[in-house]
């Protein structure tokens, strides 16, 4: 991207300006985010992309004693299996990363910056007994394991009814005999200290296209040769407008810089039919995520999200 010429500092060759991105949410729904975020260059789209994979603090299980297991599963395996058990994080924001805190020495029992999990589950019948996520018991309910949260509120909302199946997540499979007892301390940290902490499963950006077709170039072409060209496109970017016969660009954003409708044009002796670039300062992310959510004043601001916009102002990550 360039800049205009003067207002820089100092007297290096290149020139610096002010970039204001702006972001703009799409679409937003239980399991991923779809949003824009524009006036601004690729080092900042990747700079947003590895901070929401890695600096963004949430809540997982860090430190587990465990006082029984009789299990299959030796003690650094179900420790490890606990701490990647998506923990609700609402509250992360709140806490005391753990290395900071002035308030403990680091035993875990500290409610400025640890929460305790107890789990006791022991197997008395022939069946095999799974232990799952459901068997984690806090006393702060506001950082249960997130399957747990969201199936409680969906049995809320169906009148009570809990489908066995739906059980949670689960850490270890029991025999007759066999107990699992222990105690678990979850904790603030981030993705750049372990992937426990990474609050998103995906997080992906595409460069905006921006496609223009030859419509005189267009014209010379026969009805058959048009939908021919437009199925040339593994994904579906062009349609056909019934009414008037012309190509349309149904969905720019699902092309994926294959270049297929290039090459067909120049295949069938049509070059230049269609011009597309992508666009430098315009980029289109995707997070999948278990849950997404906005705060609460986020939301009282603006209940409709697809017409949400907000102006991040300053240089680059």
Known sequence: MEGAGGGGSGGGSGVSYQRFPRVR?????????????????????????????????????????????????????????????PLCSERAMEMRFSRDCDACDGDGECPYCSIEFQLNVRCDSDQTLDVTSADLHCHDHRFLPVDVAQRALAAEAAGGYDAPEQRGIIIVKLRRGQ????????????????????????????????????????ETLTHNEKLS???????????????????IVA???????????????????????????????????????????????????DDQFGDLTRNIQGAAL
């Open 25 to 85: 949410i799409r679409e937003m729904k239980d399991e991923y985010m779809k949003f824009e975020l524009r006036d601004t260059d690729a080092s900042m789209a990747n700079a947003l992309r590895r901070v929401m994979l890695s600096e963004v603090p949430t809540i997982a299980i860090d430190l587990v004693e465990i006082e029984v297991n009789s299990s299959v599963l030796n003690d650094e395996f179900i420790a490890h299996r606990l701490g990647l058990i």
């Open 179 to 218: 107990e699992l007892r222990l105690r678990a301390i979850a904790r603030k940290g981030i993705g750049k200290d372990h992937a426990k902490w990474s609050p998103g499963a995906t997080v992906t950006f595409m460069y905006e296209p921006e496609i223009h077709i030859n419509e005189e170039l267009m």
């Open 229 to 247: 060209w437009i199925e040339s496109s593994p994904t579906k970017v062009f349609d056909l407008d019934p009414k008037t016969d012309q190509v």
């Open 251 to 301: 969905d720019p954003e699902a092309y994926t810089y294959d270049e297929e409708v290039i090459k067909k044009a120049e295949a069938i002796g049509k070059p230049g039919l269609v011009e597309i670039y992508a666009r430098e300062d315009s980029f289109i992310f995707t997070q999948k995520l278990d849950a997404v959510r906005l705060s609460d004043d986020i939301q009282d601001n």
